[in-house]
T-cell receptor
Framework: SQQGEEDPQALSIQEGENATMNCSYK?????LQWYRQNSGRGLVHLIL???NEREKHSGRLRVTLDTSKKSSSLLITASRAADTASYFC??????????WGAGTKLIIKP | SQTIHQWPATLVQPVGSPLSLECTVE??????LYWYRQAAGRGLQLLFY??????ISSEVPQNLSASRPQDRQFILSSKKLLLSDSGFYLC???????????FGQGTRLTVV
């Protein structure tokens, strides 16, 4: 079953702008992960934030986690055309599985 | 370093024909292995996962089956494909515990 829910479903911004995507989930988690998928390819892991962490950075990526609201956000700063992709959040609740959202399709316009 | 191989990249099969998609992992041992299906523009649907040789858990009743004959080999099969089996199939692995998953490049299956 799908636990993560990303919003927006689609986002189109100008190159250089910041892109923010959100993810909500329903049950308790051990960690939350963000992945990127280029069209027709496999998913690539971007960043993992543990349930006891509130914010994490990796290059131009910034992820926040609010366990009280059961939500997370992914911020991509200074977007580039190469950031065009679909972005998925996944929650890990120790049941051997990652529970996936439906994704946000991000388009960066040159 | 660890790598995951999934093949073929694309496959066109007639209705009623058998299917065998193979996924192998290198550079790690005793991985958790996963088969997902992804409809166009949608999220991932977990089909099967395996925590060890010969151990298969099925998430969705369907026309497909999975097997793990070796520690780092995961096979998705069907005896008779249906039109509804068309989709993008992804294999993935992760270490035991709360870690990230690593994906193969996917197989685009079209049943005609």
């Amino acid at each position: 079953s799908q636990q993560g829910e990303e919003d927006p479903q689609a986002l189109s911004i100008q190159e250089g702008e910041n892109a923010t995507m959100n993810c909500s989930y329903k049950t308790s988690i051990n960690n939350l992960q963000w992945y990127r998928q280029n069209s027709g390819r496999g998913l690539v892991h971007l960043i993992l934030i543990r349930s006891n962490e509130r914010e994490k950075h990796s290059g131009r990526l910034r992820v926040t986690l609010d366990t009280s609201k059961k939500s997370s956000s992914l911020l991509i700063t200074a977007s580039r055309a190469a950031d065009t992709a679909s972005y998925f959040c996944a929650t890990d609740n120790s049941n051997y599985q990652l529970i996936w959202g439906a994704g946000t399709k991000l388009i960066i316009k040159p | 370093s660890q790598t995951i191989h999934q093949w073929p990249a694309t496959l066109v099969q007639p209705v009623g024909s058998p299917l065998s998609l193979e996924c192998t992992v290198e550079g790690t041992s005793n991985p958790n292995l996963y088969w997902y299906r992804q409809a166009a523009g949608r999220g991932l649907q977990l089909l099967f996962y395996s925590v060890g040789i010969g151990q298969i858990s099925s998430e969705v009743p369907q026309n497909l089956s999975a097997s793990r004959p070796q520690d780092r080999q995961f096979i998705l099969s069907s005896k008779k494909l249906l039109l509804s089996d068309s989709g993008f199939y992804l294999c993935a692995w992760k270490r035991q515990g709360n870690t990230e998953a690593f994906f193969g490049q996917g197989t685009r299956l079209t049943v005609v």
